[in-house]
């Protein structure tokens, strides 16, 4: 027997006003049993340091449905505007490439 239907809930959401956006090329992603934590930071041209600009933490459960998430989005944003390619994928990996995000 088919279950009915669940009607979806909304969700509002609030982004504060002094909310600022981040750029990052650079992730470190570490986890314990009960939790995933990830920086996210920016890697400079030259600068052999990085500094982390946000800290994310979330249980296990919440890192799978963000990845479902995350793939989601991407094949979506590639029927739009075509396939990512990674760095050895399109054929331009360099020393400098090899670190940074990585899979």
Known sequence: MAQPAQPSTQINIELPAELEAIYSNFAIINHSPSEIVID??????????????ARVLMTPLN?????????????????????????????????????????
Do not use: C, Q, Y
């Open 40 to 53: 996210f930071a920016r890697l400079m041209p030259n600068v052999p340091k990085v500094k982390v600009h």
């Open 63 to 103: 890192a799978k449905l963000l990845l479902k998430a995350l793939g989601d989005n991407l094949a979506k944003f590639e029927e739009k505007f075509g396939e990512v390619r990674l760095p050895a994928e399109a054929g331009f990996e360099t020393p400098e490439r090899s670190i940074g995000f990585k899979h």
